[in-house]
């Protein structure tokens, strides 16, 4: 069955860096799109970083040039390096993985939240100025 589960939330003062885990366990192979969202309270869940198939990228203004996504090597964990942190980042961190094949330009530009299958359980992330 498969599961996404989250790691490496925590509270960080302005200027600091957090890591996120996204351990993907139970695929049969490597998801075609995955994302990172976030949620603050009050607010819409918002698509801020997404990774397709052959490594491409793409970010939400609101975090471009600060955050990378990534994997690892082995393709088991997916990962959210968040450095310059702002209080504006304060929120709950979930990743997100499709369940079926879909084209690197779909994935990047046009993916809906509703395409994703399957999500982490949410690690808090707090950022302190």
């Known amino acids: 069955q498969e599961q996404l589960v989250e790691s490496g939330g925590g509270s960080v003062q302005a200027g600091g860096s957090l890591r996120l885990s996204c351990k993907v366990v139970?695929?049969?192979?490597?998801?075609?799109?995955l994302a990172w969202f976030r949620q603050a309270p009050g607010k819409e869940r918002e698509a801020i970083a997404r990774?397709?198939?052959?490594?491409?990228?793409f970010y939400a203004d609101s975090v471009k040039d600060r955050f990378t996504i990534f994997h690892d090597t082995a393709k088991t964990t997916l990962y959210l390096q968040m450095n310059s942190m702002n209080p504006e980042d304060t929120a709950t961190y979930y990743c997100?993985?499709?369940?079926?094949?879909?084209?690197?330009?779909?994935?990047?530009?046009?993916?809906?939240?509703?395409?994703?299958?399957?999500w982490g359980q949410g690690t808090q992330v707090t950022v302190s100025s």
């Open positions: 139970g695929y049969a192979y490597w998801p075609y799109c």
């Open positions: 990774i397709s198939i052959d490594d491409s990228t």
């Open positions: 997100a993985a499709v369940g079926q094949a879909f084209i690197r330009a779909y994935c990047l530009n046009g993916i809906m939240r509703e395409d994703f299958d399957y």
